[in-house]
Nanobody, 124 residues
Framework: QVQLVESGGGLVQAGGSLRLSCAAS????????MGWFRQAPGKEREFVAA????????IYANSVAGRFTISRDGAKNTMYLQMNSLTPDDTAVYSC?????????????????WGQGTQVTVSS
């Protein structure tokens, strides 16, 4: 059974940092693109960042570019999202996802496997 499990969420003050992790089990995703999405209350799920299967290619939403960094550790079958300079607008449930392709996109439909999500709350 394939599982993606996020961790690292929590409550942080504006300007602070958090590091999210997404641990995969049930299969390896070393060649698969993976991504992070988030959903705030009353809003649609939105793309945050994605990383290619090789780890050499990354893309970011404009709203997080320069503040967030996506990375992966193939040996640990784990993906990360380092979030710096957080603002209250970053408050959301953050979910990780894995694609069946080697290059990830910005659409929800580009991804096949999904985690349950971890809450990130940024206070002002």
């Amino acid at each position: 059974q394939v599982q993606l499990v996020e961790s690292g969420g929590g409550l942080v003050q504006a300007g602070g940092s958090l590091r999210l992790s997404c641990a995969a089990s049930g299969r390896t995703f070393g060649r698969n693109a993976m991504g992070w999405f988030r959903q705030a209350p009353g809003k649609e799920r939105e793309f945050v960042a994605a990383i290619s299967g090789s780890g050499g290619g990354t893309i970011y939403a404009n709203s997080v570019a320069g503040r967030f960094t996506i990375s992966r550790d193939g040996a640990k079958n784990t993906m990360y999202l380092q979030m710096n300079s957080l603002t209250p607008d970053d408050t959301a449930v953050y979910s990780c996802a894995a694609s069946l392709a080697t290059i990830g996109g910005r659409r929800v439909s580009d991804y096949f496997y999904w985690g349950q999500g971890t809450q990130v709350t940024v206070s002002s």
